[in-house]
Nanobody
Protein backbone atom coordinates (compact mmCIF):
# COMPACT_ATOMS: atom_id res chain seq x y z
CA UNK A 1 0.00 0.00 0.00
CA UNK A 2 1.24 3.49 -0.86
CA UNK A 3 0.99 6.32 1.65
CA UNK A 4 1.80 9.94 0.83
CA UNK A 5 2.54 12.69 3.34
CA UNK A 6 3.06 16.31 2.26
CA UNK A 7 5.01 18.94 4.17
CA UNK A 8 6.53 22.36 3.60
CA UNK A 9 3.48 24.53 3.19
CA UNK A 10 3.10 27.87 4.93
CA UNK A 11 2.62 31.60 4.59
CA UNK A 12 4.91 33.54 2.28
CA UNK A 13 4.89 37.00 0.71
CA UNK A 14 4.41 37.45 -3.00
CA UNK A 15 7.69 36.91 -4.81
CA UNK A 16 8.92 34.49 -2.20
CA UNK A 17 9.70 30.78 -2.40
CA UNK A 18 8.60 27.55 -0.76
CA UNK A 19 9.59 23.93 -1.25
CA UNK A 20 6.95 21.27 -0.76
CA UNK A 21 7.91 17.68 -0.03
CA UNK A 22 5.91 14.49 -0.42
CA UNK A 23 7.17 11.43 1.44
CA UNK A 24 6.04 8.17 -0.15
CA UNK A 25 5.96 4.72 1.38
CA UNK A 26 5.67 1.77 -0.98
CA UNK A 27 7.31 3.84 -3.70
CA UNK A 28 8.30 0.73 -5.67
CA UNK A 29 4.65 0.59 -6.75
CA UNK A 30 4.71 4.16 -8.12
CA UNK A 31 5.48 5.09 -11.72
CA UNK A 32 4.12 8.62 -11.91
CA UNK A 33 3.80 11.33 -9.30
CA UNK A 34 2.14 14.70 -9.44
CA UNK A 35 1.11 17.82 -7.57
CA UNK A 36 -2.41 19.20 -7.63
CA UNK A 37 -3.89 22.21 -5.86
CA UNK A 38 -7.33 23.39 -4.83
CA UNK A 39 -8.18 26.97 -3.99
CA UNK A 40 -11.33 27.88 -2.03
CA UNK A 41 -14.40 27.64 -4.22
CA UNK A 42 -12.46 26.16 -7.14
CA UNK A 43 -11.94 22.72 -8.57
CA UNK A 44 -8.77 20.80 -7.94
CA UNK A 45 -6.27 21.49 -10.71
CA UNK A 46 -3.14 19.81 -11.97
CA UNK A 47 0.09 21.67 -11.21
CA UNK A 48 3.00 19.43 -12.20
CA UNK A 49 3.84 15.80 -12.87
CA UNK A 50 6.88 13.58 -13.26
CA UNK A 51 7.23 10.09 -14.70
CA UNK A 52 9.79 7.30 -14.16
CA UNK A 53 10.98 8.15 -17.66
CA UNK A 54 11.99 11.47 -16.08
CA UNK A 55 9.55 13.49 -18.15
CA UNK A 56 8.03 16.49 -16.43
CA UNK A 57 4.97 18.53 -17.29
CA UNK A 58 3.55 21.74 -15.84
CA UNK A 59 0.37 23.74 -16.03
CA UNK A 60 1.02 26.93 -17.99
CA UNK A 61 0.47 29.21 -15.00
CA UNK A 62 3.45 27.78 -13.09
CA UNK A 63 5.85 26.87 -15.89
CA UNK A 64 9.17 28.61 -15.33
CA UNK A 65 8.41 29.28 -11.65
CA UNK A 66 7.84 25.78 -10.23
CA UNK A 67 10.08 22.72 -10.52
CA UNK A 68 9.03 19.16 -9.76
CA UNK A 69 11.63 16.55 -8.88
CA UNK A 70 12.18 13.34 -6.94
CA UNK A 71 15.11 11.80 -5.12
CA UNK A 72 16.73 8.84 -6.87
CA UNK A 73 14.75 6.34 -4.80
CA UNK A 74 11.41 7.99 -5.53
CA UNK A 75 10.77 7.98 -1.79
CA UNK A 76 10.39 11.75 -1.79
CA UNK A 77 8.97 14.15 -4.36
CA UNK A 78 9.53 17.89 -4.27
CA UNK A 79 7.90 20.99 -5.67
CA UNK A 80 10.17 24.01 -5.63
CA UNK A 81 7.97 27.09 -5.95
CA UNK A 82 9.61 30.41 -6.78
CA UNK A 83 8.20 33.85 -7.58
CA UNK A 84 5.01 32.95 -5.78
CA UNK A 85 1.87 34.91 -6.52
CA UNK A 86 -1.31 35.38 -4.45
CA UNK A 87 -3.16 33.27 -7.02
CA UNK A 88 -0.93 30.32 -6.05
CA UNK A 89 -2.73 30.22 -2.70
CA UNK A 90 -4.32 26.79 -2.32
CA UNK A 91 -4.14 23.45 -0.59
CA UNK A 92 -1.49 21.46 -2.43
CA UNK A 93 -1.86 17.69 -2.76
CA UNK A 94 0.64 15.11 -3.92
CA UNK A 95 -0.59 12.13 -5.88
CA UNK A 96 0.84 8.87 -7.17
CA UNK A 97 -0.06 6.50 -9.96
CA UNK A 98 0.81 2.82 -10.41
CA UNK A 99 0.47 2.69 -14.19
CA UNK A 100 3.65 3.35 -16.15
CA UNK A 101 3.39 5.92 -18.91
CA UNK A 102 6.18 7.78 -20.63
CA UNK A 103 4.52 11.11 -19.83
CA UNK A 104 3.06 12.03 -16.47
CA UNK A 105 -0.72 12.01 -16.21
CA UNK A 106 -2.49 15.34 -15.72
CA UNK A 107 -6.00 14.21 -14.77
CA UNK A 108 -6.82 13.62 -11.12
CA UNK A 109 -8.80 10.48 -12.01
CA UNK A 110 -5.60 8.92 -13.36
CA UNK A 111 -3.98 8.90 -9.92
CA UNK A 112 -4.43 6.09 -7.41
CA UNK A 113 -3.09 7.56 -4.17
CA UNK A 114 -3.37 10.98 -2.54
CA UNK A 115 -1.84 12.81 0.38
CA UNK A 116 -3.79 14.84 2.92
CA UNK A 117 -2.71 18.21 1.53
CA UNK A 118 -0.65 21.13 2.77
CA UNK A 119 -1.77 24.77 2.81
CA UNK A 120 0.17 27.37 0.84
CA UNK A 121 -0.83 30.98 1.39
CA UNK A 122 0.78 33.81 -0.58
CA UNK A 123 0.13 37.30 0.72
CA UNK A 124 0.21 40.37 -1.53
Amino acid sequence: QVQLVESGGGLVQAGGSLRLSCAASGSFMINTMGWFRQAPGKQREFVAGISRANNTIYVNSVRGRFTISTDYTWNTMYLQMNSLKPEDTAVYYCAARRTWTRLAATMSNDYDYWGQGTQVTVSS
